[in-house]
């Protein structure tokens, strides 16, 4: 796999999936935790205006685009499935795809809209913020071990060259 098309693609890999390992490590590690050391009330309207800005700031094409990215990759994989570091490249891929853009897809994003539908008045809203914080937290430790781990392996696989 020594095409300059393939080793601009880790390249691209590796380094938009360890921009977003370490978006998501910032808010596992410490974004969230101060979240939660606000009032529910002020947790859920902080936590709502960064949904709001998020998905109108260049993240988004960091996000779409390491997505492309990921699907490329298994796609080449498929390609030079018989050359040395086409099996990583596939994993690399199947682990981004999954463990970042379905995870968002699936369980962060629905958990966001939720809590943009909640009225931060609500006499619940303690308990609502506590499930949201614990449950979007761990699938967001998910996406950054996943996007970490792809930038690991592309870097892996271009090294091996």
Known sequence: MSSVIVTVLL??????????AGVYFAFSGFIMQAFNKLSASQAVAVMNVINVTIVR????????????????LMIVAIFYWSETGSGIMMV??????????????????????RLASLDPDNENVHEIWSHYFR?????????????????ALCIGILSAH
Request: aromatic share 16%; charged share 0%.
């Open 11 to 20: 390249w691209a890999a590796a380094l938009s999936s360890g921009i977003m």
């Open 57 to 72: 700031s260049v993240f988004m094409l960091l996000f779409f685009g390491s997505t492309i990215v990921s699907l490329i």
């Open 92 to 113: 690399a891929g199947a682990v981004y795809f999954i463990g970042m853009f379905i995870c968002t897809a699936i369980f962060n994003v629905p958990l966001n809209n």
């Open 135 to 151: 449950t979007w937290t761990n699938w967001n430790h998910l996406r950054a071990v996943s996007s970490l781990v792809t930038c």
